[in-house]
């Protein structure tokens, strides 16, 4: 079956970088881009950009540009997002969520499995 | 990017249906039909509950359906149940690989 299992709660300090893990098992890891999703406590849902495991390529959302960076490890078949520069309006839910459709098919523009979350506190 | 606009609060009884709106533009939801919506419980990860504007994953409900006019996708759940009782978002693509989410419904079950 599919899962996704993200890394472990963080606490930074503004100004401070995360790197946050997301391992994907139960299906071919380089067949499916994988989205990352944030939410803030008691907020929406902010896509954050999608990242293409089997080549690397990434788009991020303007709002993130210059501070975001998706990588991928295909001999672990986990995806990072790494975010910079952070502040306290970072905190939040960061999820990474696989997109539904494979590389055979196209793209959906769906997130049909998501991780368990990782919550990350910026915090002085 | 805006986030898409949706209902702060909607509401229903059980039994009843109750739809849910996401307004767009013509660069998002009025160009593609590439809508998906979620459900999200409290504390819970978001589950995809309609793709594509109206294709439903397998094991969801047939309770749920999805459609879209112009720049308005919509969201119907039919013979509300308690367990309906969520956060509901919705999201398109908005061409260049990127994504909106809308603001996000809070159905309450009455």
């Known amino acids: 079956q599919v899962q996704l299992v993200q890394s472990g709660a963080e606490v930074k300090k503004p100004g401070a970088s995360v790197k946050v893990s997301c391992k994907a098992s139960?299906?071919?890891?380089?067949?499916?881009?994988m989205h990352w999703v944030r939410q803030a406590p008691g907020q929406g849902l902010e896509w954050m950009g999608i990242?293409?495991?089997?080549?690397?390529?990434?788009s991020y959302a303007q709002k993130f540009q210059g501070r975001v960076t998706m990588t991928r490890d295909t001999s672990t078949s986990t995806v990072y997002m790494e975010l910079s520069s952070l502040r306290s309006e970072d905190t939040a839910v960061y999820y990474c969520?696989?997109?539904?459709?494979?590389?055979?098919?196209?793209?959906?523009?769906?997130?049909?499995?998501w991780g368990q979350g990782t919550l990350v506190t910026v915090s002085s | 990017q805006s986030a898409l606009t949706q209902p702060a609060s909607v509401s229903g009884s059980p039994g009843q249906s109750i739809t849910i709106s996401c307004t767009g533009t013509?660069?998002?939801?009025?160009?593609?039909?590439?809508v998906s919506w979620y459900q999200q419980h409290p504390g819970k990860a978001p589950k995809l509950m309609i793709y594509?504007?109206?294709k439903r994953p397998s094991g969801v409900s047939n309770r749920f359906s999805g459609s879209k006019s112009g720049n308005t996708a919509s969201l119907t759940i039919s013979g509300l149940q308690a367990e309906d009782e969520a956060d509901y978002y919705c999201?398109?693509?908005?061409?260049?690989?990127?994504?909106?989410f809308g603001g996000g419904t809070k159905l309450t079950v009455l």
């Open positions: 969520a696989r997109e539904g459709g494979d590389s055979s098919s196209g793209p959906t523009w769906s997130c049909d499995y």
């Open positions: 139960g299906y071919t890891f380089t067949s499916y881009y």
């Open positions: 990242i293409n495991p089997s080549g690397g390529s990434t």
């Open positions: 013509s660069s998002d939801v009025g160009s593609y039909n590439l």
């Open positions: 594509e504007g109206s």
């Open positions: 999201c398109s693509y908005a061409g260049s690989s990127t994504f909106v």
